[in-house]
């Protein structure tokens, strides 16, 4: 019996190097009891759990209960599987942190497989705050340190995190202990939901539904600035808003626009920006470069809803301007849609006319090139092509019907 003991333990020694333990680096773990069971059975024994180095942890959503059964076992289960990495890891944290959500295979294990189902989109947001509420919880209660990556439903189409939830969450001592070192923040998120904005009926949509959503940016791109006291290493930022159009509660919570939104600790190390989809002002984007000072820039599906692309575009050509590249794409002042004067053709026609792309990739030797643009002459006319643009963008940025077709 002693002799298989050792002959067991040997082989998992061997199975602990090259890689068949890479397969243990990188686990996603799903939020339920069983689960997590069985991830606070690997990690607090053998030599294999605690390899565990990137963590996404995925809240499965059932169409109908869903997915916050047995929340407070959850909890608890994940804060000790969480701190036994924090204690039998060799570094004591992860290198990243990916939270998602996903749907239900309906197979006879209960296990997921991205596929579709029609749900109402709060049953999506739900699932994406409990997932999230859970994983930072039990961060703050074992900590254990993310070193690099955070993603926030970074790469989950149709699901965000309402933004009073992750600000609540983020600045706090708790957090500067827990993401001091990380490198690279992914998130998506929204405006807090209730009722109170007028109904919009697509990404355009302008009048007092656009400027709640303006009013939520300003307050998450001032936050922003005050990160630096709470994850200084930072080196790349990547933030997508999605506008929940009727949906949206008529102002900022309470808590939330009391924060004082001091500039903060400027980032020592930021390089690399990306925002999209947020309902913003000319003045609130100029400050927020000025004081960022990002090396590249990329900005999809942005909304000036006051003042002009102006003073931002001449900020990055300028000599003192840190910016040596940028990618824009699909740009709006107001509610047209902006097209740079360079080479190129538009995605639509127009009845006055032809103009340049709503696209402008710029590096090196162009950068400080003098970026010139105008507005369509006109409406469009394929109105077909216009649908499925309205939809892409739609699909992408927000607004969502009451029941949407959910791809996890």
Not at 242 to 247: D, L, R, S, T
Not at 337 to 356: A, C, E, K, R, W
Not at 386 to 391: A, L, S
């Amino acid at each position: 019996m002693n002799s298989l003991r050792l002959a067991s333990r040997t082989m998992e020694r061997k199975a602990s190097q090259g890689t068949f333990a890479s397969s243990f680096e990188k686990k996603d773990i799903k939020l339920n009891v069983e689960t997590l069971q069985n991830m606070v059975r690997v990690t607090s024994q053998g030599w294999l759990g605690p390899l565990l180095r990137h963590c996404t942890i995925t809240s499965i959503i059932h169409p109908k209960y869903g997915a916050g059964d047995n929340a407070s076992e959850c909890l608890h289960l994940l804060i000790k599987a969480f701190d036994n990495l924090k204690h039998r890891s060799k570094s004591g944290s992860l290198v990243s942190l990916h939270l998602r959500v996903a749907t239900p295979t309906g197979g006879a294990n209960d296990g997921f497989n991205g596929t579709d189902v029609v749900c109402s989109w709060q049953t999506i947001w739900e699932a994406a705050l409990h997932v999230f509420n859970t994983t930072m919880l039990a961060l703050y209660e074992s900590q254990l340190l993310v070193s690099k990556h955070l993603s926030v439903f970074g790469n989950v189409r149709g699901c965000s995190l309402a933004c009073d939830a992750f600000l609540a969450s983020i600045h706090t001592p708790a957090s500067a202990q827990i993401f001091r070192h990380l490198k690279e923040l992914t998130v998506s998120l929204s405006a807090s939901y209730g009722s109170g904005a007028e109904d919009q009926v697509g990404p355009t949509a302008a009048g007092v539904g656009a400027q709640i959503q303006s009013t939520y940016s300003s307050l998450i791109l001032k936050s922003i600035l005050r990160l630096g006291h709470i994850m200084p290493d930072l080196e790349k930022i990547d933030l997508h808003w999605y506008n929940i159009g009727q949906f949206t509660a008529n102002a900022p919570i309470q808590a939330a626009a009391s924060q004082e939104c001091s500039d903060g600790m400027t980032f020592a190390n930021l390089r690399v920006c990306g925002l999209h989809g947020l309902y913003t002002s000319e003045s609130d984007l100029l400050h927020f470069f000025q004081t960022v000072r990002p090396a590249a820039v990329s900005m999809r599906g942005i909304y000036l809803l006051s003042g002009t692309w102006a003073s931002i575009f001449k900020y990055f050509a300028r000599a003192d301007s840190a910016v040596t590249s940028y990618d824009l794409d699909d740009v709006h002042e107001g509610t047209q849609l902006v097209h740079f004067d360079v080479p190129g053709t538009s995605n639509f026609s127009y009845l006055g006319g032809n103009v340049g792309p709503s696209t402008l990739k710029r590096q090196t030797t162009q950068i400080k090139d003098i970026i010139g643009y105008r507005f369509p002459p006109g409406r469009a006319l394929s109105s077909g092509k216009v649908m499925r643009y309205i939809r892409k963008k739609r699909d992408e940025f927000g607004p969502p019907c009451r029941t949407t077709f959910f791809h996890g």
